[in-house]
């Protein structure tokens, strides 16, 4: 199974918001969190969402229809 991170949010709150829109329109979300004694050694702050490669377009369209927009990672790269 392939995955891809779409969004982060830095606090809880929204992660967790954005996992239940995602989790109730059926798209199964793999998370990793990471904690803030991390960044201190450069490594991101936060929560991610991630999801099977093969629901990414479907994920990001509910998150960014649903005004999540300025989460979703620039996946192109």
Known sequence: ???????HA??????????????SE????LDAAFGG???IAGVDQG????VEQSMQARARTLLWEN?????LLDNTA
């Open 37 to 39: 004694h991390l960044s």
């Open 10 to 23: 830095y606090d809880f709150g929204t992660f967790a918001v954005m996992k239940s829109l995602l989790e």
């Open 67 to 71: 005004s999540f927009g300025k989460y």
């Open 1 to 7: 199974m392939s995955t891809c991170r779409i969004a």
């Open 47 to 50: 929560y991610y969402l991630e």
């Open 26 to 29: 059926g798209v199964m979300v």
